[in-house]
C-alpha cells in the first residue's frame, strides 16, 4: 500500500516521499508532466478550484503504483479529495509550525507557489483552516519541526 503524505507546503513531503524510496511518487510534478506546463501557469489559467480537481484525478490514478506519494499541500481543500484519503490507511501528515514553514517556503527558490504570492496573513490561514483536515485524515502525525528526512523516513518505516 502507498503512504500518502499530507502536510503543509514547506513541510518536507517530497523530501521525504524520496527518502523513502528511489521510487516515488511527486504528485505536483506528476501533474506538471501531464498538462505540460506549470501548476502556477494552471492556477493563473483555470483556477484552483479546477487544479484541485485534477490534483484528486491525479491522485487516484497514482495511488495504483503502490509507491510513496507526496501530495501538494491543498490536496485536503476538496471534500472529494478527503474523502480519497478517509479510505486509504496509510496517510502521514507532516506537521510543522507555521512559523518554520513560512521561512522554507521564503527561501525556497525553486518553487514557484501560487498561493504563497498573497502574503503570510493570508497564507497562515490557509493553514489553520486546513489543519484540522490534516490531522482528522491521518493515520499517523509526526512532528517534523527539527526532523531530518531521513529520521522521519525511519519513523515512518518502523511504523508501517
Ligand atoms: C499548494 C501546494 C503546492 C502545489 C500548489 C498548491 C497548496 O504543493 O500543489 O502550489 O495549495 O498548498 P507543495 O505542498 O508541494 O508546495
Partial sequence: MSVI??????A????VAKALSADYIDLDRVIERQIQRSIASYFEEFGEAQFRVLEGEVLAEQLKKNLPI???GGIVERIENRKLLKQHMQVVYLKADFSVLFDRILNDATHVRPLAKNGEAVLKARYLAREKYYETLANLVINVNQKTPEEIARHIREWQ
Fill in 5 to 10: 503524505l499530507i502536510g503543509f507546503m514547506g
Fill in 12 to 15: 518536507g513531503k517530497s523530501t
Fill in 70 to 72: 507526496a501530495t501538494g
